[in-house]
Every structure is written in structure tokens, then in C-alpha cells.
């Protein structure tokens, strides 16, 4: 028997909502995600010592692909 977990949601559609409207749906979306830069700084410690810290820099989203538009 097969498990829950493997089957693939055939059935499954995306919604793009804009400002709470619902504008289209589609079978299929990709290209999901992110990526967050580093920004490095010098700090010096109360003893003079320098140290360098990392802070979370500029975030940037990859295009996403939308499949098989619905009407």
C-alpha cells in the first residue's frame, strides 16, 4: 500500500492573489527561493581587540515560473 507522503498532488493549483484578490491560478509553480548577502563589518571589543561580525545583507528572489495558466 502506498504511503500518503508519495503521491504527488495532482490535483493541487496555485493562486496568485494581489492586494487580496485572487488574479489566477495555475497547476504548477517553480523557482521558489531566495538568497540573503553578508555584509562583514570590523568591531572592536572594550579590550581594542578587532573582531569582524556578520550581519544579514540585501535579500533577492528568483523568477518564478507559472505552468498551465486556469481561467
Known sequence: MSDI???EFLGAQFALELESV???RFTGVSGLGYETAVVEYQDSL???KLITRKRPGR???????LKRGLS
Do not use: K, L, Q, S
Request: hydrophobic share 45%.
Open 46 to 48: 572594550m579590550d581594542g
Open 22 to 24: 485572487e488574479m489566477a
Open 5 to 7: 507522503h508519495d503521491i
Open 59 to 65: 535579500t533577492t528572489f528568483n523568477d518564478i515560473v
